[in-house]
Protein backbone atom coordinates (compact mmCIF):
# COMPACT_ATOMS: atom_id res chain seq x y z
CA UNK A 1 0.00 0.00 0.00
CA UNK A 2 1.35 3.31 -1.08
CA UNK A 3 1.82 5.68 1.97
CA UNK A 4 1.90 9.84 2.35
CA UNK A 5 3.59 11.53 -0.71
CA UNK A 6 4.78 14.86 -0.15
CA UNK A 7 7.04 16.72 -2.56
CA UNK A 8 9.36 18.52 -2.64
CA UNK A 9 11.47 17.22 0.29
CA UNK A 10 13.71 20.32 0.47
CA UNK A 11 13.25 23.35 -0.34
CA UNK A 12 15.54 26.67 0.23
CA UNK A 13 13.86 30.31 -0.51
CA UNK A 14 14.96 33.46 0.34
CA UNK A 15 12.41 35.63 3.13
CA UNK A 16 9.85 37.10 1.76
CA UNK A 17 9.22 34.68 -1.14
CA UNK A 18 6.56 32.24 -1.50
CA UNK A 19 6.62 28.33 -1.53
CA UNK A 20 4.09 25.59 -2.04
CA UNK A 21 3.99 22.21 -0.60
CA UNK A 22 1.69 19.47 -1.95
CA UNK A 23 0.64 16.12 0.12
CA UNK A 24 -1.07 13.17 -1.11
CA UNK A 25 -2.71 11.31 1.63
CA UNK A 26 -3.13 7.28 2.01
CA UNK A 27 -5.70 5.98 -0.42
CA UNK A 28 -9.11 6.02 1.22
CA UNK A 29 -8.26 8.50 4.01
CA UNK A 30 -10.59 11.16 5.07
CA UNK A 31 -8.87 13.00 7.15
CA UNK A 32 -5.53 15.32 6.19
CA UNK A 33 -3.33 16.87 8.34
CA UNK A 34 -0.16 19.76 8.17
CA UNK A 35 2.14 19.29 10.71
CA UNK A 36 5.35 22.23 11.40
CA UNK A 37 8.24 20.29 13.64
CA UNK A 38 10.95 23.15 14.23
CA UNK A 39 13.62 21.43 15.08
CA UNK A 40 14.67 20.04 18.77
CA UNK A 41 10.67 20.14 19.15
CA UNK A 42 7.33 18.21 18.69
CA UNK A 43 5.27 18.62 16.04
CA UNK A 44 2.41 21.30 15.87
CA UNK A 45 -0.68 21.10 13.79
CA UNK A 46 -1.11 23.67 11.27
CA UNK A 47 -4.46 22.52 9.90
CA UNK A 48 -6.80 19.86 9.62
CA UNK A 49 -9.00 18.68 6.90
CA UNK A 50 -11.78 16.01 7.22
CA UNK A 51 -12.56 15.07 3.34
CA UNK A 52 -12.42 18.85 1.72
CA UNK A 53 -14.00 20.94 4.76
CA UNK A 54 -11.45 22.35 7.28
CA UNK A 55 -11.80 20.85 11.10
CA UNK A 56 -9.24 22.98 12.47
CA UNK A 57 -6.76 25.90 11.90
CA UNK A 58 -6.62 27.79 14.67
CA UNK A 59 -2.72 27.16 15.24
CA UNK A 60 -2.35 28.22 10.94
CA UNK A 61 -0.91 31.76 10.91
CA UNK A 62 -3.46 32.91 8.35
CA UNK A 63 -1.47 36.08 7.48
CA UNK A 64 1.03 33.99 5.42
CA UNK A 65 0.18 30.16 5.26
CA UNK A 66 -2.91 28.98 3.41
CA UNK A 67 -3.91 25.24 2.43
CA UNK A 68 -6.70 23.76 0.52
CA UNK A 69 -7.80 20.20 -0.59
CA UNK A 70 -10.50 21.03 -3.07
CA UNK A 71 -11.58 18.04 -4.10
CA UNK A 72 -11.06 16.15 -0.45
CA UNK A 73 -7.52 14.13 -1.74
CA UNK A 74 -4.53 15.92 -2.27
CA UNK A 75 -3.73 19.11 -0.30
CA UNK A 76 -1.33 22.36 -0.58
CA UNK A 77 0.07 24.56 2.02
CA UNK A 78 1.63 27.51 0.92
CA UNK A 79 3.24 30.33 2.90
CA UNK A 80 3.88 33.82 1.10
CA UNK A 81 5.74 35.63 2.03
CA UNK A 82 8.15 33.45 4.23
CA UNK A 83 9.76 34.62 7.10
CA UNK A 84 13.27 32.82 9.19
CA UNK A 85 11.32 31.13 11.42
CA UNK A 86 9.23 29.78 9.47
CA UNK A 87 12.56 26.94 8.77
CA UNK A 88 10.83 24.02 9.51
CA UNK A 89 10.22 20.33 8.79
CA UNK A 90 5.97 20.39 6.94
CA UNK A 91 4.33 17.24 7.70
CA UNK A 92 1.65 16.01 6.07
CA UNK A 93 -0.38 12.83 7.82
CA UNK A 94 -3.33 11.17 7.05
CA UNK A 95 -5.78 8.87 8.95
CA UNK A 96 -8.56 6.98 8.50
CA UNK A 97 -11.29 8.68 10.04
CA UNK A 98 -10.97 12.10 12.37
CA UNK A 99 -10.51 11.26 15.88
CA UNK A 100 -8.15 8.38 14.59
CA UNK A 101 -5.05 7.89 16.85
CA UNK A 102 -2.93 7.12 14.28
CA UNK A 103 -1.48 8.95 11.81
CA UNK A 104 0.23 7.98 8.63
CA UNK A 105 2.92 10.69 8.27
CA UNK A 106 4.64 11.28 4.86
CA UNK A 107 8.74 12.01 5.14
CA UNK A 108 8.36 15.55 4.99
CA UNK A 109 8.95 18.78 3.49
CA UNK A 110 12.28 20.86 4.72
CA UNK A 111 12.40 24.21 4.16
CA UNK A 112 15.01 26.81 4.66
CA UNK A 113 14.30 30.64 4.78
CA UNK A 114 17.54 32.70 4.63
CA UNK B 1 1.67 26.06 29.75
CA UNK B 2 2.38 22.89 27.33
CA UNK B 3 -0.41 20.79 26.79
CA UNK B 4 2.59 17.79 26.76
CA UNK B 5 5.46 18.04 28.70
CA UNK B 6 8.24 15.44 28.22
CA UNK B 7 12.22 15.83 29.04
CA UNK B 8 13.70 15.97 26.09
CA UNK B 9 17.15 14.18 27.38
CA UNK B 10 19.24 12.92 26.41
CA UNK B 11 19.11 9.51 27.77
CA UNK B 12 22.26 7.18 26.71
CA UNK B 13 22.10 4.00 27.90
CA UNK B 14 23.96 0.67 27.17
CA UNK B 15 22.41 -1.83 25.29
CA UNK B 16 20.54 -4.45 27.66
CA UNK B 17 19.47 -1.61 30.37
CA UNK B 18 15.87 -0.99 31.30
CA UNK B 19 14.77 3.01 30.46
CA UNK B 20 12.07 4.66 31.17
CA UNK B 21 10.72 8.31 29.63
CA UNK B 22 7.87 10.17 31.53
CA UNK B 23 4.67 12.53 29.84
CA UNK B 24 2.62 14.97 31.78
CA UNK B 25 -0.44 16.29 30.22
CA UNK B 26 -2.03 19.23 31.18
CA UNK B 27 -5.60 19.22 30.11
CA UNK B 28 -7.84 16.27 32.42
CA UNK B 29 -10.45 16.05 29.28
CA UNK B 30 -7.84 14.25 27.17
CA UNK B 31 -9.07 11.13 25.74
CA UNK B 32 -6.00 8.59 24.64
CA UNK B 33 -2.94 8.88 24.71
CA UNK B 34 0.04 7.49 22.72
CA UNK B 35 3.65 6.71 22.13
CA UNK B 36 5.32 7.64 18.48
CA UNK B 37 8.93 7.39 17.77
CA UNK B 38 10.98 9.29 15.17
CA UNK B 39 14.01 7.87 13.81
CA UNK B 40 16.65 11.05 13.31
CA UNK B 41 15.63 12.83 9.83
CA UNK B 42 12.41 10.67 10.03
CA UNK B 43 8.80 10.98 10.25
CA UNK B 44 7.27 10.40 13.30
CA UNK B 45 5.45 6.61 13.52
CA UNK B 46 3.20 5.17 16.14
CA UNK B 47 4.59 2.58 18.80
CA UNK B 48 1.89 2.08 20.86
CA UNK B 49 -1.37 3.80 22.34
CA UNK B 50 -1.93 3.85 25.99
CA UNK B 51 -4.76 2.23 27.72
CA UNK B 52 -6.40 3.20 31.11
CA UNK B 53 -5.28 -0.15 32.51
CA UNK B 54 -1.70 -0.53 31.26
CA UNK B 55 -0.21 -2.17 28.21
CA UNK B 56 2.70 -3.93 26.92
CA UNK B 57 4.11 -5.00 23.69
CA UNK B 58 6.80 -6.80 23.99
CA UNK B 59 10.12 -5.03 25.53
CA UNK B 60 7.53 -1.78 25.89
CA UNK B 61 5.22 -1.30 28.37
CA UNK B 62 3.11 1.81 28.53
CA UNK B 63 1.29 3.28 31.68
CA UNK B 64 -1.37 5.68 32.42
CA UNK B 65 -2.16 7.86 35.38
CA UNK B 66 -5.37 9.27 35.04
CA UNK B 67 -5.36 11.07 38.35
CA UNK B 68 -1.79 12.57 37.80
CA UNK B 69 -2.19 13.10 34.31
CA UNK B 70 1.08 11.38 33.86
CA UNK B 71 2.30 8.90 31.45
CA UNK B 72 4.90 6.54 30.91
CA UNK B 73 7.18 4.13 28.23
CA UNK B 74 9.31 1.59 29.78
CA UNK B 75 11.46 -0.24 27.45
CA UNK B 76 13.43 -3.35 28.66
CA UNK B 77 16.58 -4.98 27.16
CA UNK B 78 17.28 -1.74 25.09
CA UNK B 79 18.92 -2.58 21.49
CA UNK B 80 20.35 -0.10 19.34
CA UNK B 81 17.59 -0.41 17.17
CA UNK B 82 15.77 1.42 20.04
CA UNK B 83 17.85 4.81 19.73
CA UNK B 84 15.22 7.37 18.44
CA UNK B 85 13.27 10.30 19.51
CA UNK B 86 10.12 8.89 21.69
CA UNK B 87 6.87 10.97 21.29
CA UNK B 88 4.53 11.78 23.92
CA UNK B 89 1.08 12.38 22.45
CA UNK B 90 -1.97 13.33 23.94
CA UNK B 91 -5.59 13.63 22.27
CA UNK B 92 -7.75 16.14 23.60
CA UNK B 93 -11.53 16.30 22.79
CA UNK B 94 -12.54 20.02 22.17
CA UNK B 95 -16.23 20.90 21.96
CA UNK B 96 -18.15 19.21 18.85
CA UNK B 97 -14.51 17.67 17.35
CA UNK B 98 -13.38 14.28 18.05
CA UNK B 99 -10.16 16.41 19.36
CA UNK B 100 -7.03 17.12 18.33
CA UNK B 101 -3.44 15.24 19.00
CA UNK B 102 -0.88 17.31 20.77
CA UNK B 103 2.55 16.17 20.35
CA UNK B 104 5.55 16.84 23.12
CA UNK B 105 8.65 17.98 22.04
CA UNK B 106 9.82 14.35 22.55
CA UNK B 107 12.68 12.42 24.47
CA UNK B 108 16.00 11.41 22.53
CA UNK B 109 17.32 7.87 23.30
CA UNK B 110 20.55 6.89 22.44
CA UNK B 111 21.58 3.52 22.74
CA UNK B 112 25.54 2.52 22.90
CA UNK B 113 26.78 -1.07 22.26
Known amino acids: EAGVAQSPRYKIIEKRQSVAFWCNPI?????LYWYQQILGQGPKLLIQ????????DSQLPKDRFSAERLKGVDSTLKIQPAKLEDSAVYLC????????????FGEGSRLTVL | RKEVEQDPGPFNVPEGATVAFNCTYS??????FFWYRQDCRKEPKLLMS???SGNEDGRFTAQLNRASQYISLLIRDSKLSDSATYLC??????????????FGRGTQLTVWP
Open chain 1, 93 to 104: ASSLSEGAGELF
Open chain 1, 27 to 31: SGHAT
Open chain 1, 49 to 56: FQNNGVVD
Open chain 2, 27 to 32: NSASQS
Open chain 2, 50 to 52: VYS
Open chain 2, 89 to 102: VVNERRGSTLGRLY
